[in-house]
């Protein structure tokens, strides 16, 4: 079956713009996360939705970034008056079941803040 | 926090050899995974292993656990050139949800 997708793929933009990340989830899948990875770095946990419960937003790394999602499946995730250090790849994934389960990764979102 | 780090950071092998790479960890966990990243892009899942597993295999690859020492390990064996990719841990605390990955060891497999 059909994998986490993301889109775009890549997005360049300027600084002060705002930019929204999309997810796809695997289908039935009640988890979805995001996560950034900067240039050379590991990944840093963003924020985690789960069924119908608050999201857990704990990784969000200022009030300019923003997630939803929608009817339990797809998830944008919004970052407002974007900032070169926002520059990153963007990852998603989702899981099965709930919190403890195997993560399922996309292909990432790499963002590009000029 | 139960953030993963693996050692080591860098590791360059010939074809055949057997890669090792470790990771230690600080708090209790649920499960740990285990995870390869080519080229700064998505993550391909390798293994999980749960708390009360001490080992498990997955084709070439095998993963042991310890939590009494807070440790896991990865042996990739027979390697490939194309096993050349960052490897991730990702303990999972108890609470379940977001994964905390380290910096990865960055294997280098030379034909």
């Known amino acids: 079956g059909a994998g986490v997708s993301q889109s775009p793929s890549n997005k360049v933009t300027e600084k002060g713009k705002d930019v929204e990340l999309r997810c796809d989830p695997i289908s039935g899948h009640t988890a979805l996360y995001w996560y950034r990875q900067s240039l050379g770095q590991g990944l840093e946990f963003l924020i985690y939705f789960q069924g119908n419960s608050a999201p857990d937003k704990s990784g969000l790394p200022s009030d300019r970034f923003s997630a939803e999602r929608t009817g339990g499946s797809v998830s944008t995730l919004t970052i407002q008056r974007t900032q070169q250090e926002d520059s990153a790849v963007y990852l998603c994934?989702?899981?099965?079941?709930?919190?403890?389960?195997?993560?399922?990764f996309g292909p990432g979102t790499r963002l590009l803040v000029l | 926090s139960q953030q993963g780090e693996e050692d080591p950071q860098a590791l360059s092998i010939q074809e055949g050899e057997n890669a090792t790479m470790n990771c230690s960890y600080k708090t209790s966990i649920n499960n740990l995974q285990w995870y390869r990243q080519n080229s700064g892009r998505g993550l391909v899942h390798l293994i999980l292993?749960?708390?009360?597993?001490r080992e498990k295999h997955s084709g070439r690859l095998r993963v042991t656990l310890d939590t009494s020492k807070k440790s896991s390990s990865l042996l990739i064996t027979a390697s490939r050139a194309a096993d050349t990719a960052s490897y991730f841990c990702a303990p999972q605390g108890s609470q379940g949800g977001k994964l905390i990955f380290g910096q990865g060891t960055e294997l280098s497999v030379k034909p």
């Open positions: 292993i749960r708390s009360n597993e």
């Open positions: 994934a989702s899981s099965a079941q709930g919190a403890r389960e195997t993560q399922y």
